[in-house]
């Protein structure tokens, strides 16, 4: 007999060693990708065109109920530098007149204008019977500008956000139609307009440093008007937004907007269809000769 140490041991060298299988580790649930918001088709310049052409037909008409009616009008355009205010107000009044529609575009307060009544600089704009006023900004620079860069105290601040929606139900109890627009501009877009600004020699003279201020201050003018809109979205006046990211869509949108806001009615088309009277017949008039006029040199032609 073997000792017990000396027990045969199992030779497993010729036996199969069998690996243990590799359990694999369960996969990972992917998160659930967020869906991407469609992207907005930008409409051709000739659709555009064909739309625009449209509504500037249905502002003529509304141009000449607010005369004959003797509507007054006042329509502001507020909203972040490069959001595209300037070019809606350009095709507004491209078919109307300047007589019975008007562009208000105040400039910095002279010294004298900062110790008047704050809105008293802006009641003598406003409009007479039969006229409409378009405010490329208003009384709302309080409320942006002036509360961003500090150029107010706080109190003027706090006493323009009390006085503001009463200043605005009394110019509508005195029968002014009173339309308030805000263009909304995504910081991506506005820093795209900028840089385009700066190359373009046309529109550098729109690039001031308060805009440059205005774009690192992003933040701030996002605070300063979600505070403007919770003290002057009032019922009788309310804020109307514009997506402004894409200008002729903007442009569009506000423009049909507004010709919703104030019912008309066709006067042009059931007036007598307009004749020209006959000109007088020539009593011997003999013009004077042309080249003793001076003329422009004609640089340009066909």
Request: a positive charge; one cysteine or more; hydrophobic letters at 35%.
């Amino acid at each position: 007999m073997l000792d017990n140490d000396e027990e045969r041991k199992e030779d497993v060298s010729d036996k199969e060693i069998k690996e243990p299988k590799e359990t694999k580790e369960p996969k990972e649930a992917k998160e659930p990708k967020e869906p991407k918001e469609p992207k907005t088709i930008k409409m051709s310049e000739e659709g555009y065109l064909k739309e625009l052409a449209k509504l500037h037909v249905e502002l003529v008409k509304l141009q000449e109920w607010i005369r004959v009616k003797g509507l007054k009008v006042v329509v502001l355009f507020e909203g972040r530098d490069a959001a595209g205010k300037g070019g809606v107000i350009k095709r507004i009044t491209e078919p109307l007149s300047p007589r019975i529609v008007k562009v208000v575009a105040l400039g910095t307060p002279t010294e004298r204008e900062k110790t008047q009544w704050y809105f008293q600089r802006y009641v003598p704009h406003l409009p007479a019977a039969g006229e409409m006023v378009l405010f490329d900004r208003s009384w709302y620079n309080r409320a942006g500008v002036e509360r961003v860069m500090g150029f107010c105290t706080e109190d003027e601040y706090q006493e323009f956000l009390r006085s503001c929606p009463e200043f605005e139900r009394m110019l509508v109890r005195s029968g002014i139609i009173l339309i308030k627009y805000w263009f909304s501009v995504s910081d991506k877009e506005q820093e795209k307009r900028f840089l385009s600004r700066t190359k373009d020699p046309t529109k550098q003279w729109k690039v001031s440093p308060m805009d440059l201020e205005s774009r690192m201050r992003w933040e701030d003018y996002s605070r300063a008007k979600d505070a403007m809109f919770a003290y002057t979205d009032i019922k009788q006046v309310p804020w109307y937004v514009v997506d402004a990211d894409i200008k002729p869509h903007a442009r569009l949108n506000c423009i049909s907007h507004l010709l919703s806001q104030i019912p008309y009615e066709d006067l042009l088309t059931t007036k007598q269809p307009m004749k020209l009277p006959p000109r007088k017949k020539s009593s011997g008039y003999v013009r004077p000769p042309i080249d003793e006029q001076t003329w422009v040199p004609a640089k340009y032609h066909g």
